[in-house]
């Protein structure tokens, strides 16, 4: 029996096209049904940006993690905080503010001799010319 011979009754052909159908059908839902190949990829992105996401938030907890033990154990964690939040300045030290104006800004120049600068209003001291 010849490969001609096996296709030529109408039940070859039948089981033939049913087979077709079923491939077909399956070809379908691996690409395009639910759980398929796209939805897998997309879950697969997802899955990508959440462990990115995690990652920086494990390395920004570990960061804090470290401040607090820096802020329960050392001093000078706790003096770095004081300067740089409250302003703390230390007897006979000078304190100097870096300023990040643009030069297009244009200061307000005072007379120290008309202003009280402690209120920053006008006092009547007489100047001298």
């Known amino acids: 029996m010849s490969m001609l011979n096996v296709f030529d009754s109408l039940m070859s052909k039948v089981l033939l096209g049913l087979a077709i159908v079923l491939i077909a059908g399956f070809q379908y839902l691996y690409w395009f049904g639910e759980g398929g190949y796209n939805d897998h990829q997309a879950l697969t992105q997802k899955i990508q940006q959440q462990v990115e996401l995690n990652e920086e938030l494990k390395e920004r907890n570990r960061v804090l993690a470290a401040e607090v033990y820096d802020l329960k154990n050392g ?8 300067r740089l939040d409250l302003g703390l300045i230390k007897p006979h030290e000078t304190f100097v503010q870096m300023s990040t104006i643009s030069t297009q800004y244009k200061p307000i120049y005072l007379n120290p001799n008309k202003v009280d600068l402690r209120t920053n209003e006008s006092a009547d001291v007489p100047t001298t010319p």
């Open 75 to 82: 001093i000078e964690a706790i003096e770095e905080h004081a």
